[in-house]
């Protein structure tokens, strides 16, 4: 299994967003605060598209997960 050491920019892009360090602090500002009892592909902000990325990531334990965990992290 592909265990590729993906980076918080990376996802950013692979979500379509952008990914410069300035682009992903202000996201994160923005987004700040999901409640312990909403999963991360739930958040209000995700389109079908990502929501279903960042789900898949997790449930599939993909060489994605372990950044889509640490973005779960930054956003709580």
Do not use: Y
Not at 9 to 35: M, T
Not at 41 to 65: C, G
């Amino acid at each position: 299994m592909d265990r590729s050491n993906h980076t918080l920019p990376c996802l950013f892009a692979q979500l379509g967003l952008e990914n410069s360090d300035k682009n992903i602090e202000e996201f994160l500002n923005l987004h700040r605060g999901i409640p312990s009892h909403t999963t991360l592909a739930k958040a209000h902000f995700w389109s079908d598209a990502q929501a279903s990325f960042l789900s898949d990531a997790i449930s599939e334990d993909s060489d994605w997960a372990e950044i889509v965990d640490t973005l779960d992290t930054m956003l709580r």
